[in-house]
């Protein structure tokens, strides 16, 4: 697609997985028709941040953790904008989580792409809460911290679209974020790209022949036990939709909302004016 | 004959000194006299002692007195301090068997109120009496009484009603205190600080509001929230005062006006969108109501004590505007010339409001929407079918980079909270840097033509200049007023426009004073030091108040008669 | 117990939940048999915060959300203190939501009690993240959002504790405090307490009503699947305790600190000396 | 002959130029030079274009120049202003056949690395190019090359001299350059600015450090991570910055002293802990580290833009006290005072600590411990034995109300966000409140007389008066060394204690002096105002640079003859 292109010198790595992410995103929007009207991307502070810089089209980038209110101002002043957040794994798991739980129970429509490449990358490959026990040991000397599980993190806020996908999986993930924008309602997939810098070669295929597909034995994924189950199974690390429920979004509890945005409707003058003359009625 | 009454109500919260307040007021504006009331709270929570001063009168009332005329406890409680405030030929009124004895008048509430059906009604058996003593009409409180009680079913208003006559028959044949003729005005609403911001937000077609559900901010969203019923608008009780400000901004990146909303050290929460609001340029205007800090502080009490802070906090340097409304009407205009500001100049424009104002219910005429220009969209429609090429922070001779929507044309609006090139990728260039910053810069320049003047007041000849800022406006008028009773050449320089300051248009005024008093409600004396940093103005006397109160025309006049010994 | 007392005037209204809480929780720091030395509240902004008002121990009050990090702090830094957060439900689903989850998931020995009075008492009875959808209403024109649930947060955070109690079984309540407070990691006890200003005494009985104990069908609970299952069933009010597990705790990954805390240790200057010596060695 | 040897690298991040700055300035020093060495980063991702700058001198380094003597490519890619600043006589190292030709030496570095086992080599191949151009002994990096490569195991140290080796071959034999003879230093150690606060942090009896993983935190966490293998440490990678200062006053709330690191707009989120500490009055030291703002800006590089908001962010009005270290020695010493001040007052206190410094690797000798005076407890051992009553908040003649921790005796200590009484319950009592504001601002007095005055260097009958402060402290110095090479009359005053400034330590400077100079690394002349602020100071010109990189002798040369034309 022609409108995401390459603006400046590359800023990763050669071989870093934020290229093939960068790959299956835009065939997303391609498959998805959109346009430079239709979408904007949101991003944090971070490795993936980063991803501005090959991107042209509509983008905000925002401080560390506050990339999921600005996506929610966005979408409730201008709905008719596909609002797509792109985040990192410690960029989530910051102080923005607050935001993300919030805007996930009130089902603001957004899609969440959480690039998880298990280190800050941008504080030099530094532990990330992600950061599997037996990798943290190679920078904090025996802090040994189990890591937070996004997924489970997702499904407890009230995510109605909780999925997760893998770079090294790039026809099923590009399913994963397609339906994910298209779902009606709060959407997050997790998308496990382990940095290539911190992480040896042998440790990546490890990490990606734990991959298994659910999503044959989670057909109807709108069952929250169910989610949760597979979400705390830690004998593989398992890709594909972990749930997904249709809930009245955000703007259906906006009845002036339903059909136009508020910025294609304004205040009429007149009417505000009608409004004031009637609160002096005694 | 007097021109004002000054009634305090003191009870323990959850006795509803809230509601009879607003009925009295009600009353009273409907009987055509002029309203100034406050509250004084020890706490949010029903259950602390919490008290409301009403003033009334023939003329407009700008401004809290000490001097109470009419003291009524409902828990019979009444405080030394209070007590000693009521003036000769006062009263002071509590529940008890009838009887009037130096100027106390007791008067069986609770017994009248059991007997019209529940102890609840002693409120509106007081309010009756109340209305007795002034001579107001009885039947006038119908309507009002029909919008409280609407909801509760026609039982509960009869009920009321007749307590309320109960409470009439008690007083209004004797003359407890001297007659105070109405003034009559008509078409006037009743409404606080905080909702004269609001009404100016909806007014310059702002269509989201976004607070952390304080208690401060209570006023601005449920009156939002009741604007959103007809409106296109997104009230949103924020989960946090960050999120507040970044959804705030991510709405205003699409063309919609947003305003937020916090209060004491919600405001340090801010300051991350404060600063990306200068870096990214996307326009913000924030509300901070100011309580006493540091910290938590005292949530429920006044200062102006962010003066220093509004100014200064953020990292790196960018340019603000900061407004200190000192009245009522200009909690309006002043909001409206925020976002007029804010969206010309792509920059965060705070509002300080001090929380006295905040919270003071006043008479005021419905505003006029034909005062507001709402800002311009940068892009004419025409414009927009041309435009061919968009880079977010172009480089032009004004620093301002005119504002596209993303949406509204086939262009990307790309934005960040990096430095960055025109077109807004990210660039540590020290060359970019250096004409981004500069760009950034001159819209200071412009913006410091359209500085508002402080008003003036007093003797053109002064001798002795007092200076204050915000709330405390109508309070040094009034200082003023008594002085130059006095026979004093006295003035004040009243500032509104806070930052920045033209010290080119504020020179003419400290250029052969003899004595210049600043009055400030902090401890610091914040303002005193930033004239000193912008315009290298020395003052003679700091006039501080820092215990939670407003300035009162009765304390400055003290400590400014104290310092003159 | 002598060492709780009334301090100064009330400031809770007469029939406010959380003077039963109160008692509740005195009762169970007297049979802990815990003197003024052994433990600190931790409470930050809200209603519950005031609770300091009626407590003559440490104590420690900071700005909302904060409560966590500064009881992580403490105990990092004395960990002979018993450290108890008493937070709202407000409190705890705003900013401090993040101080939560990276506490928990390093399994700080903190106890967590929520004052769940499913409102912000201190903003006049403003809707909570918690308050139910029905009675939202009362003050947000339509916008209706599912409520967040804290056991949920709590269990996908990884706190090896997570247990319901309420007010109206003060009993069950006390002992849930107990067995949490003894619990070595960090456990977080949600008290159910609805406001009984902004709820009427029907509703309130309507909700106790529904109140069912879990402890026997949930005896060995050591099983997250099945706590998440208790915990996203809506046909009741399960209380009791959903999950524990004994995991090791933040102290036990610092050979260093594994017996005396820090402050009963310091830096000494002697063995300073030495090291920064050896530094110089090429 | 010269005195210093200015060597700049540049390369693609990932090409591993800092390993090898760190091999050579290590052989540098050991074989007796000083060292001075700083990067250039465009970002922190392995990736992007960054450069190092080693310089080596016989005589202490102090500042960085533009000029280089020898510009060495990894990448062949040279920047057209990087070769500008080459000098005379000067050498440009890139790697091609074997070739010396007007200044430029080509060197076959991949062919040799290649030829060594692997391109990885290219760096080792470069060190001992370099080593042969200044004819130090090889044999001196075995010790180093053992430490950096012991992990790897044996071979790969082999491998590496080996490389190092067929490098010096290249070079040992021709005279490319001026031959500089060491100084032999002894006992020296290279560190950062950063190295050293955490040095005097631990020295100082500091137990815990609390900091976001931010790039520039990096160096502490994992520095004071080494310090907690041996010692009772706990170092915190927070989860966010206002954990992160959160933590930190619980643990000082338990008497264990604590340090917390931010940078850029994270600073913003410790203004709710900054308010926190001035009201609970828990002590609290904080490290921040500026780069160029607003908002994120550019994290990787260097200015001085918090001075403002370091003094006045947080609401309402606290005692704080914030240094800005100059040296790496300042950077211990500056730290040991913070916690000594922030202990003894209950306050917070600030080290803005800028970039380049933080970053910046020097040679120095070991600190010596004797120098710290550590902190007391408010209550000696023998006072806690007899103690039997206890307020967190008790009013005293000093301001000062002694820190009792909790567990330490049978007394409870009560500490508050909200204002409060003696005990530390929370209070809306108004006479309560002015008490607590007095106790609290009877603490700066004190704090003022403690006040460090900045230093003088120059002439005493100075015409010329440079101003700075901070990072830019050798700069100036080596300014006012020029100018009064040129028999200029030049004097400088150079600040640590940015707050409170004392007016009367530093009048006689300012009185009678012709012209004065303000020199900052930022764009709205933040010092200049608050001098202005404090005490009435105008100046003359303002050097000012804000384009990410640090101030250097010949850029303030630049601008300040520029001016006086
Ligand atoms: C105010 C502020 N807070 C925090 C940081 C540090 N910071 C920036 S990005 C980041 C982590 C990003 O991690 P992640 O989201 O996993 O992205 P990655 O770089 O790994 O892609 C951190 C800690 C900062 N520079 N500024
Ligand atoms: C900085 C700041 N943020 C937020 C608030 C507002 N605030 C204080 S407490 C609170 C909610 C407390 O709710 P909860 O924890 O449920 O306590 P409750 O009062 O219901 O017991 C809020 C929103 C404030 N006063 N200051
Ligand atoms: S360090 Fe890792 S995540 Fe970062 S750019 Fe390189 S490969 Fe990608
Ligand atoms: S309003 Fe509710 S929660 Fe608050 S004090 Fe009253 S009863 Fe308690
Ligand atoms: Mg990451
Ligand atoms: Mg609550």
Redesign the pocket.
């Known amino acids: 697609m022609d409108e995401l292109n390459l603006n400046s010198g590359p800023s990763w790595c050669g071989s870093c997985p934020n290229y093939p992410f960068l790959t299956s995103f835009k065939e997303a929007i391609e498959k998805l028709h959109f346009f430079v009207k239709d979408f904007v991307c949101v991003m944090g502070v971070g490795n993936s941040a980063q991803l501005s810089h090959y991107l042209d089209c509509n983008f905000i980038n925002v401080p560390p953790g506050q990339a999921f209110s600005a996506a929610t101002g966005i979408r409730m002043a201008n709905h008719d904008l596909n609002v797509i957040v792109i985040s990192g794994d410690g960029d989530l798991l910051s102080t923005g989580i607050n935001s993300f739980i919030h805007s996930a129970r009130k089902n603001i429509n957004i899609t969440v792409l959480v690039q998880n490449n298990l280190v800050l990358c941008s504080s030099q490959g530094y532990p990330s809460p992600t950061t599997p026990v037996e990798f943290q040991n190679k920078f904090q000397n025996c802090n040994l911290f189990e890591p937070v599980s996004i997924i489970k993190i997702a499904l407890a806020s009230g995510a109605s679209y909780v999925a997760r996908g893998a770079v090294a999986r790039s026809d099923h993930l590009e399913e994963l974020i397609i339906k994910g924008i298209k779902h009606k309602g709060f959407s997050v997939i997790e998308i496990i790209q382990p940095c290539s810098q911190v992480f040896d070669f042998g440790t990546i295929m490890e990490i990606t022949d734990q991959f298994q597909n659910i999503d044959d034995e989670n057909s109807e994924p709108d069952n929250l036990p169910k989610a949760y189950a597979i979400a705390v199974d830690k004998t593989r690390i398992p890709i594909g939709l972990f749930f997904r429920s249709i809930q009245s979004t955000f703007r259906s509890k906006f009845p002036l909302m339903i059909d136009d945005s508020l910025i294609s409707q304004g205040i009429s003058r007149k009417k505000l004016d009608a409004y004031f003359q009637k609160l002096l009625k005694p | 004959m007097k021109e004002r009454i000054n009634i305090l109500i003191s009870g323990i919260g959850g006795q509803g000194i809230r509601t009879i307040a607003n009925l009295l007021s009600k009353t009273f504006l409907q009987s055509g006299y002029y309203i100034y009331s406050t509250f004084n709270k020890t706490t949010r929570i029903i259950g602390g002692i919490n008290s409301v001063k009403i003033s009334i009168g023939i003329k407009e009332i700008n401004y809290s007195e000490e001097s109470i005329d009419i003291l009524i406890s409902l828990s019979n409680k009444i405080l030394d301090r209070d007590r000693d405030l009521v003036v000769e030929g006062g009263l002071l009124i509590l529940d008890g068997d009838k009887k009037f004895e130096d100027g106390v008048l007791t008067l069986p509430l609770e017994k009248l109120a059991k007997g019209s059906g529940s102890r609840q009604f002693i409120n509106t058996v007081l309010l009756g009496a109340i209305m007795g003593i002034f001579k107001l009409d009885i039947t006038s409180i119908n309507n009002s009484f029909l919008r409280e009680f609407a909801k509760k079913g026609v039982e509960v208003y009869n009920e009321n009603l007749k307590a309320a006559q109960i409470g009439y028959k008690q007083t209004i044949d004797e003359g407890y205190l001297e007659y105070l003729e109405p003034a009559l005005i008509e078409n006037n609403l009743l409404i606080t600080g905080s909702d004269s911001i609001v009404y100016a937000i909806v007014g310059s077609g702002c269509q989201t509001l976004f607070a952390?559900?304080?208690p401060v901010a209570r006023r601005f969203l449920d009156l939002m929230n009741e604007f959103s019923e007809e409106f296109p608008i997104i009230c949103d009780a924020s989960e946090s005062?960050a999120s507040a400000i970044f959804k705030g901004l991510g709405a205003s990146y699409t063309g919609v006006k947003s305003m937020v909303v916090v209060?004491?050290?919600?405001f340090l929460?801010l300051c991350d969108g404060l600063a990306y609001s200068g870096m990214s340029e996307i326009p913000i205007v924030v509300t901070v109501i100011q309580s006493p800090g540091p910290s938590?502080g005292m949530?429920t009490k006044t200062e102006q004590n962010n003066l220093l802070s509004s100014i200064f906090s953020g990292n790196g340097e960018f340019a603000r505007v900061i407004y200190a409304p000192g009245t009522h009407q200009e909690c309006f205009s002043l909001t409206y010339k925020a976002f007029e500001i804010s969206s010309n100049y792509n920059i965060p424009v705070i509002i300080l409001l001090e929380q006295i104002l905040a919270e003071t219910v006043k008479n005021l005429p419905m505003f006029n929407l034909d005062d507001i220009r709402r800002p311009r969209d940068h892009f004419t429609r025409k414009q927009l079918t041309e435009v061919k090429e968009y880079k977010t922070y172009k480089v032009t001779n004004t620093g301002i980079s005119p504002r596209l929507f993303p949406g509204q044309t086939d262009l990307p609006v790309k934005v960040n909270t990096f430095e960055h090139n025109d077109d807004g990728y990210i660039s540590a260039d020290a060359e970019i840097r250096i004409k981004q910053v500069n760009k950034r810069a001159l819209k200071e320049e412009s913006i410091m033509n359209e500085f508002i003047p402080p008003e003036f007041y007093g003797v053109e000849k002064f001798d002795i200049l007092f200076v204050g800022w915000g709330a405390s406006k109508n309070v040094i008028k009034r200082v003023v007023d008594l002085l130059r009773s006095e026979k004093k050449k006295v003035g004040a320089l009243l500032f509104t426009q806070m930052y920045p300051i033209n010290p080119k248009k504020i020179k003419k005024y400290f250029r052969r004073t003899k004595f210049i008093v600043n009055v400030e409600n902090n401890s610091s004396a914040q303002f005193a030091k930033l004239l000193k940093m912008i315009g290298g103005i020395e003052f003679n006397l700091n006039i501080l108040r820092y215990d939670g109160l407003p300035l009162t025309p009765e304390y400055i006049l003290r400590k400014f008669k104290d310092a003159k010994k």
């Open positions: 952390n559900p304080i005062d209060s004491d050290s919600g929460h938590i949530p």
